[in-house]
């Protein structure tokens, strides 16, 4: 469920100016039934964080690593040491990140949030990750990849070093 595009340029620009936002609604109404329906502004902080991490200049995992996440899809080993060849600020921004979606596909929130672990890397993969091929049958081959690579990450991803960490 996306944001409300005029809440999020407004959270956006709340953030951009430094303010911490106030008022948002519990994500977790997320799982409400049809007949209870999220409110805009519960999933507007989701959509901020994606749109936070897709306008960055240079992607979270540099382009001079791209091709290691796509050989690497499928191998935990191999995906985690890419992880820990990125420069330090992407490899801790990113395992922030992987750290924030390890608490999400904990099965008591799946059952109310209904993403697994399949569904959170299947959004967050392109904010992560970005092909710069112009084909398309490159493009659609490699989104699989980079989802399997994020999903890999989410499940195998040593990230209890960050606990504590703001």
Request: hydrophobic share 45%; glycine share 2%.
């Amino acid at each position: 469920v996306p944001g409300d595009i005029d809440e999020v340029n407004a959270l956006k620009l709340q953030v951009d100016q430094w303010k911490v936002p106030t008022g948002l609604e519990d994500p977790m109404s997320l799982g409400c039934p049809p007949s209870r329906p999220a409110k805009p502004r519960a999933v507007s902080p989701a959509s901020l964080l994606k749109l936070w991490y897709r306008e960055l200049e240079e992607p979270l995992i540099p382009h001079e690593f791209y091709e290691q996440c796509i050989a690497h899809y499928d191998s935990p080993e191999a995906a985690v040491a890419v992880v820990h060849a990125l420069p330090r600020i992407n490899r801790m921004v990113l395992c922030y990140l992987i750290r924030f979606l390890q608490v999400f596909v904990q099965p008591a929130n799946v059952a109310v949030t209904k993403m697994d672990v399949s569904n959170l890397a299947m959004v967050m993969a392109p904010n992560c990750l970005r092909c710069q091929s112009d084909d398309p049958r490159v493009i659609f081959e490699n989104t699989r990849k980079e989802m399997s690579f994020l999903r890999v990450l989410i499940q195998h991803l040593d990230t209890s070093f960050m606990e504590g960490v703001l």
